[in-house]
């Protein structure tokens, strides 16, 4: 977005978040141990159900945060249309995921967790706050979903 384009419609911006969601490959995953420190890393993620589902493996630091905490932020890579997502997790181990959801890997990446020998899981993520803005201007109508609810 050029400085001198006009901002974009609530309705607009909402479009565009759910065209990235189904486009892009990489989210990065925000989480924080009980000892508060952060992790921030880059997975690959499908959007379905409304929600966001990420998969790693259950006993690295990313996959502990989220079972453990149950609330992450997750970022689109662009600085210059930025979109973050806040939201509550839920974690299934590999056997409990529906078909639905974990067949959405393999279509999209050519990959199912569920193969692998070491033990990955899957991460529900449903969307409480997303925002999303190009410019200063946007930030007035940056809140796309508040409490679960899209705004526009």
Do not use: C
Not at 18 to 36: F, K, P, Q, T
Not at 99 to 119: C, I, L, N, Q
């Amino acid at each position: 977005m050029e400085i001198n384009e006009q901002s974009r419609t609530p309705e607009r911006r909402t479009h565009d978040v759910l065209n990235r969601l189904e486009r892009e490959r990489d989210i990065w995953v925000a989480s924080a141990a009980a000892d508060g420190v952060p992790y921030l890393v880059p997975l690959w993620f499908v959007w379905h159900g409304q929600a966001v589902w990420l998969s790693t493996r259950a006993t690295n630091p990313t996959g502990r945060n989220l079972r453990n905490g149950g609330r992450t932020r997750l970022a689109l890579a662009d600085t210059q249309d930025v979109v973050l997502i806040d939201g509550v997790v839920k974690a299934f181990a590999a056997h409990e995921v529906a078909e639905a959801a974990a067949g959405t890997f393999g279509k999209k990446y050519g990959w199912d967790p569920r193969k692998e020998d070491v033990p990955y899981a899957f991460f529900e993520v449903r969307p409480r706050t997303i925002q999303a803005w190009h410019v200063e201007r946007e930030f007035p109508g940056r809140i796309l979903m508040r409490e679960g609810v899209w705004v526009a």
